[in-house]
């Protein structure tokens, strides 16, 4: 179990769990105050590797537990967290600097609905099955497909949803049975571990869910240490894991960047649609894999549209939250997304677009980190705000003749990870959601799949491979067994066996025929 002994304040010098391997700290920044909030271990590859062994050595007994005994302790988790709720959520917020509704909103009640979904569902999807098979040579057999659980885990996350994209993904593999251990991003350990002393409490055992604490080498030490990676960070990165991945030969599920399309038809609902727009796009600050990053509106409802959306955008409060309520839009977390995010708001404004709402850093930001809500209009695919990730709270806003255009646009990206269709006309905007390129596409509403835990939510093209939640978001942290029992009566000796005769092989070359070959060949 990874302890708070990797937490430390600024001031104290840092030891890692096992202390030999120490490394230089990490200061963990609060975006929004740039002030120090604690300093964390950079944990090394001989670190790594000791806590993979430990790692290892406890998963047999958790497997043992079962999946009602594992449920268990992770229902005692949510309660855990309902109870911790204040505490997790300052946590969050001290290391993100995003505002407390989004820690609330879109990390406490994801987790606590993962804790409650997974300690129901892991058994069911993980069940044994029975399979009927029409092949000859397996008539009276048992037959069954059994998934066994892949032993240690890695998680690696990103900074921008230390608990839903971080340790969310380990409750499913906890759950199947699993050790894991969870790299957070190094701008965002202390969330991680606060739910491993969490985990604690609430009974896990010692050693099955540990945090390494470090930086990008430490992950990919990780990598090199695990029987399966679970990654979600930028495509980036994304290619180096899976590439990491592929020399090990163990399985890598990779949740990556996002360039998200809205289209609005002319017969949308357009007060709701501009809301959506709001608020999917500067949510979290824009820094969401999901977030609205651009908008296609049909020519008929273009104005109108624009002048909504910038009129909800300008009335947002940016700065730094000191509690629920008082702010909108919290921190820039990373602190090279600022220069990514002007970058691209640059570009566009040198290639002509015009900025409708913020377009700069607020005035006074008081030691933190912020970049104030931003429209744009006259954009096209010629800049970057329009084709690369921005992260960042933008929305640019292009005027299309039909939603074939939309479509087209919507398509002209590398990424495919969620889309957002707003029509009047359901049925349409199912057939328009069809044709968009992305694992996830909404209609009439915007991410709201990822609350979905039955669905499968992952990326198509650039955004990544595999997916979380459903059944194959459990399955792929377990490995498939075929087991075939031949009942205790059976035939000493099978006809298709040695020594090969000639009438016997006459005999089960007819039967092939009769089975396979009767029928024309049109
Ligand atoms: P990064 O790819 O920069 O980092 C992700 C994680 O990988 C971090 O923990 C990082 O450590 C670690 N890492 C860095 N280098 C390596 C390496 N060589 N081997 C193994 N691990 C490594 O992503 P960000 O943290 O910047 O996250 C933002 C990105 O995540 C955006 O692109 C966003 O779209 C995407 N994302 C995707 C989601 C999805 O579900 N598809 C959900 C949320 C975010 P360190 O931080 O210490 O450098």
Not at 163 to 170: E, R, V
Not at 404 to 414: G, M
Not at 489 to 516: C, D, I, N, Q
Request: charged content about 25%.
């Amino acid at each position: 179990m990874a302890s708070v002994e990797q937490v430390q304040s600024a001031e104290q010098p840092v030891t890692s769990e096992n202390g030999a391997h120490a490394a230089p700290a990490i200061a963990v920044e609060n975006p929004a105050t740039g002030e120090t909030v604690a300093t964390v271990a950079d944990l090394d590859r001989d670190a790594v590797a000791a806590i993979a062994a430990r790692g290892r050595a406890a998963q047999p007994a958790w497997d043992a537990y079962g999946f009602d005994g594992r449920a268990r302790i992770l229902l005692r988790a949510q309660k855990w967290l309902m109870d911790n709720s204040d505490q997790v959520i300052a946590t969050i917020v001290s290391e993100t600097g995003k505002t407390f509704e989004d820690a609330s909103f879109a990390e406490i009640s994801y987790a606590a609905n993962a804790f409650g979904f997974w300690a129901k569902h892991a058994g069911e999807y993980l069940a044994d099955e029975r399979v009927k098979s029409s092949q000859l040579l397996v008539k009276g057999k048992k037959l069954i497909l059994r998934y066994r659980p892949l032993g240690l885990i890695g998680v690696i996350g990103p900074w921008n949803y230390p608990l839903t994209n971080s340790f969310g993904d380990c409750i499913p593999a906890l759950a199947a049975g699993n050790s894991v251990i969870l790299k957070p991003s190094e701008v965002t350990p202390l969330t991680s571990l606060l739910m491993a002393e969490g985990l604690r409490e609430c009974g896990l055992p010692d050693d099955v869910f540990q945090v390494a604490t470090g930086r990008g080498e430490t992950g990919a030490a990780l990598i090199d240490e695990v029987d399966m990676i679970m990654f979600t960070g930028s495509t980036r990165t994304g290619r180096k894991v899976a590439e990491a991945a592929a020399r090990r030969l163990i399985p890598a599920s990779l949740e990556l960047g996002g360039k998200d399309p809205m289209i609005v038809l002319s017969d949308a609902d357009l007060e709701r649609a501009a809301n959506f727009a709001t608020y999917y796009s500067m949510q979290n600050a824009g820094q969401t894999c999901i977030s609205i990053e651009r908008a296609y509106v049909e020519e008929p409802v273009y104005d109108e549209f624009v002048s909504k959306v910038s009129e909800k955008v300008r009335a947002l409060r940016v700065g730094r939250p000191e509690g629920p309520g008082s702010v909108d839009v919290g921190a820039i977390t990373f602190p090279p997304q600022l220069q990514t995010i002007e970058d691209h708001v640059t570009d566009a404004v040198d290639k002509g677009a015009r900025v409708l709402a913020g377009g700069q850093q607020p005035p006074t930001s008081g030691g933190g980190r912020f970049y104030e809500p931003t429209v744009l209009v006259d954009v096209d695919h010629t800049m970057k705000i329009m084709t690369e990730e921005t992260f960042g709270p933008t929305l640019p806003i292009m005027r299309v003749a039909d939603a074939d255009e939309a479509v087209r646009l919507a398509n002209d990206t590398p990424y495919g990870l969620g889309a957002s269709v707003f029509t009047r006309d359901t049925d349409r905007g199912e057939q328009i959601a069809r044709r968009i390129e992305a694992g996830a596409a909404n209609v009439n509403d915007a991410m709201i799949n990822y609350t979905a835990l039955e669905l499968p939510m992952g990326g198509a093209k650039a955004s990544g491979l595999g997916s979380r939640h459903g059944a194959g978001g459990i399955r792929k942290y377990a490995s498939q067994q075929a087991i075939v029992v031949t009942p205790r009566l059976a035939l000493k000796k099978e006809p298709h066996m040695f020594p090969y005769k000639g009438r016997t092989s006459r005999f089960l070359a007819g039967v092939f025929k009769f089975l396979y070959g009767r029928g024309r060949r049109d």
